[in-house]
Each structure stands twice: as structure tokens, then as C-alpha cells.
């Protein structure tokens, strides 16, 4: 947390997770959503103007809850892809002194100010940043009527300790769904089943529960996608997928991206073969070539009779006498 007055450290550290402060005595400052309760007057104390959409973080919070701030003014690098603002101003904020009148462009304004965001690595190493430590004080944490800005802040706390929103998947499989079996190859305009088992860990019972995806996909690639789908929960931790191989051979991947704000990172690939017919595989009449069948026996037909004329024909001839002439 960055709070009024921080050291260079704390600059240092927010800006190796992608956050940018402004001056040490800047805070955010907002005229139209402050707390008129906890305010004294300069409006310093405001209310966030929006939050991420996320489970681990709105758990038990309604989306209408007031969650409030006072803290320095800070923004995001846009070079930093692992960083997601949590919460952030209304459009009538702005960072500036409190004690100065605003004689120039501030620092940032409106949504751009960021009051806390959470950065989370490739290899799930978490980091939670909040502007100002007013937000977690007894103050406001122990306030009884304040419940849904208690239980926000108890959500990123166990979130960035990693008791919440960590995923793991395991035992990726597929199968013929003509005859329910894995194959290393698999043949072109078949279908196949892939299934993966992905797991939500809770922090509160300490144990893996299956995790109910709704937006989870799984990409059928060789170079480019070839086939894109959704995978369907089963209630049991499995998810699954039908995909029809094109009628193109070659090595195919499964691929399952799966990056949401607030939950660790699901990213693997499966690696199968696709072949052609065999010579014994094909229909034994294609409907596509009638045409060529009918051809070839009108060519033989053709022939034969051709044969049959040749052979049995009695060309006619005309006998002609020479005349004599007589003189």
C-alpha cells in the first residue's frame, strides 16, 4: 500500500509491479463521490467508481457496494500486461494536492486513477497494491455497517496470500466418440472428445473443489485454429468438448488458454495425428463421382456396340455394269 507521504521504496516497488505514483502528497480527490459520513471536508475520502468483475474479488459483495479510499494518486504503466486495475475513480476525480489550489493538468484523472491493483505472473507469484491504507483500518474494517467494504478488502487480502482464485488442471485425455477410445491418431472427418479436469482450491475448507467454468475454450490448431469450442462442466470437475477434425491431415494441438482477472492462469497443449482414409476406408460408391460411373459405362457400352456393328455389320453394295458403246 502507497499511502500519503511514502518512501522511495514504496515508489520503487509499486513501479516494478507496473504502478506509477504521483507526487508523496497527491491524493485522489473526488467533489461528487465522496464519503459524506467519514469526509472532512476536503474529499479526499471517495467512493471507487468501478471494480473488475471477478468471483474471488466480489465474493459476497454486491456489485452496488460502496467501497472507499484515501491514498496518494497512482496509474498503470501500459507496457505491464500482468496488471489489472481492481478498482479505480469515478469520472470526477482527479490527483492533486488537497492543499493547493489545481493550477495545472493533474497527474491523472477519472477512471485513469487506479485505487488498487493485483498483478499476477506467469508462474502465479501474486502482488496486490492499494492506494492508501484508510481502506483497511479499524476504522472502517470493524464498522458494522460498512460489511460489504469489510469483506472486499478480507477477498484481496486472501487473494494476493493465494487462498482464493487458484486453479490447477490435470489428466488432459480425448477420444474417438465412435468407438470411446484414445487414439494417437485419429482419422480425418472423425470426431473427437477432449476432457480435462481443472480444480478451484478454497482457502476455507483447504481443499481442491471442481471449478464450474463457463467461458473456458479449446482451440483444434495446426498453425491456424481449425476449430473453436466451449467446454461444458460437468458438475465433477471435468470439462469437455466435442471437436470434428477438418478434412485437412497433419499435427494438430488441443490448445486451452484460460487467463481471467482474478483467477491463475490455465495454459497447456495436446498433441494428436490426423490421417488420411485408408484405401479400405472409403465408401464403396461416392455420390460425389455418379457422374464419373456413368460415364465409364457409357464408354464401354459405346465400345460394344461399336465391337457389335464392326463385327456382324453387312455393308451395302452396289453392283454397277460398264456400258459398251456402240458405234
Request: net charge negative.
Amino acid at each position: 500500500a502507497a499511502d500519503l507521504g511514502y518512501s522511495t521504496v514504496t515508489k520503487k516497488i509499486a513501479s516494478g509491479i507496473g504502478i506509477e505514483l504521483d507526487c508523496t502528497e497527491c491524493s485522489v480527490i473526488d467533489h461528487a463521490s465522496f464519503d459524506a459520513v467519514l469526509d472532512d471536508g476536503s474529499h479526499t475520502i471517495v467512493e471507487a467508481g468501478g471494480r473488475v468483475e471477478s468471483v474471488p474479488f466480489d465474493s459476497s459483495v454486491s456489485r452496488d457496494a460502496k467501497i472507499v479510499f484515501r491514498g496518494v494518486g497512482a496509474a498503470l504503466f501500459s507496457g505491464n500486461e500482468l496488471v489489472d486495475a481492481v478498482a479505480w475513480a469515478s469520472d470526477n476525480a482527479y490527483s492533486f494536492s488537497a492543499k493547493e489550489e489545481v493550477d495545472e493538468v493533474p497527474f491523472a484523472t477519472g477512471k485513469d486513477i487506479v485505487l488498487a491493483a493485483a498483478l499476477q505472473t506467469r508462474h502465479a507469484g501474486r502482488a496486490l497494491y492499494l492506494g492508501g491504507l484508510f481502506g483497511i483500518s479499524d476504522e472502517v474494517m470493524l464498522d458494522k455497517s460498512r460489511s460489504d467494504h469489510s469483506q472486499y478488502f478480507r477477498n484481496l487480502i486472501l487473494w494476493v496470500c493465494g487462498e482464493s482464485g487458484v486453479l490447477k488442471s490435470e489428466f488432459p485425455r480425448h477420444r474417438s466418440v465412435a468407438t470411446l477410445a484414445q487414439l494417437h491418431t485419429y482419422r480425418v472427418m472423425d470426431d473427437i472428445e477432449f476432457m480435462v479436469d481443472v480444480y478451484e482450491w478454497n482457502g476455507t475448507s483447504h481443499s481442491w473443489n471442481p471449478f464450474l467454468a463457463t467461458d473456458m475454450q479449446i482451440e483444434f490448431t495446426m498453425l491456424n485454429p481449425y476449430a473453436r469450442t466451449r467446454l461444458r462442466a460437468d458438475g465433477n470437475g471435468t470439462v469437455r468438448a466435442t471437436v470434428g477434425i477438418p478434412d485437412v491431415l497433419g499435427i494438430y494441438k488441443f490448445e486451452v488458454e484460460y487467463i481471467r482477472p482474478g483467477y491463475s492462469q490455465i495454459s497447456f497443449t495436446e498433441n494428436v495425428n490426423v490421417r488420411p482414409f485408408w484405401h479400405n476406408e472409403y465408401e464403396r460408391f461416392i455420390p460425389q463421382a455418379f457422374p464419373y460411373y456413368i460415364s465409364s459405362f457409357l464408354m464401354l457400352s459405346g465400345v460394344l456396340g461399336f465391337g457389335l456393328i464392326f463385327l456382324f455389320g453387312q455393308p451395302s453394295i452396289q453392283s454397277s455394269k460398264p456400258q459398251s458403246n456402240k458405234k
